[in-house]
């Protein structure tokens, strides 16, 4: 399967959730796969996981890997297999995952030039936003 391929990783169920969540904004996508470190795993059996799911992915022409947090199991254990397997090449690692950017990547459906790799993350990190309510002066009659 050549075309970029998307997997979401974490600890708890949220990369499970975002995919779930993005397949509701995005439809179908069979490109995207996740893998959770949940409490009942070590992380020896989710490296085993993530090692399978990532040779499933040898045929792609791009590789994104979406994690959580940066520094975290899911995402050094991805950084680590990602070089031991020589897929760095064609490889991504992005944390901080949040939805609105996992949506932009599956919406485009194809290989990410590192151009627009980098306005979808200019777009993620200015979608979080601190909502204020503002109270509304009392207007006179």
């Known amino acids: 399967m050549g075309g970029v391929r998307i997997l979401a990783v974490s600890h708890g169920g949220m990369a499970e959730g975002m995919v779930r969540a993005a397949g509701m904004v995005a439809g179908n996508l069979d490109f995207l796969d996740c893998l ?3 409490e009942n795993s070590s992380i020896e059996q989710f490296r085993e996981r993530l090692s399978k799911k990532l040779d499933g992915m040898r045929d792609a022409e791009q590789i994104l890997v979406l994690t959580d947090i940066q520094g975290g199991s899911p995402f050094t254990s991805s950084a680590e ?4 397997k020589g897929l760095t090449e ?7 995952m949040n939805l ?8 485009r459906g194809e290989t990410v ?12 990190r200015e979608s979080i936003r601190r909502f204020r309510y503002e109270e509304e002066e009392d207007e006179e009659l």
């Open 36 to 38: 959770c470190l949940d």
């Open 81 to 84: 297999l990602l070089a031991q």
């Open 90 to 96: 064609k490889s991504v690692i992005i944390s901080g």
């Open 100 to 107: 609105g950017l996992m949506a932009a990547l599956a919406l």
């Open 113 to 124: 030039s590192e151009d627009s790799l980098e306005e979808i993350l200019k777009e993620a």
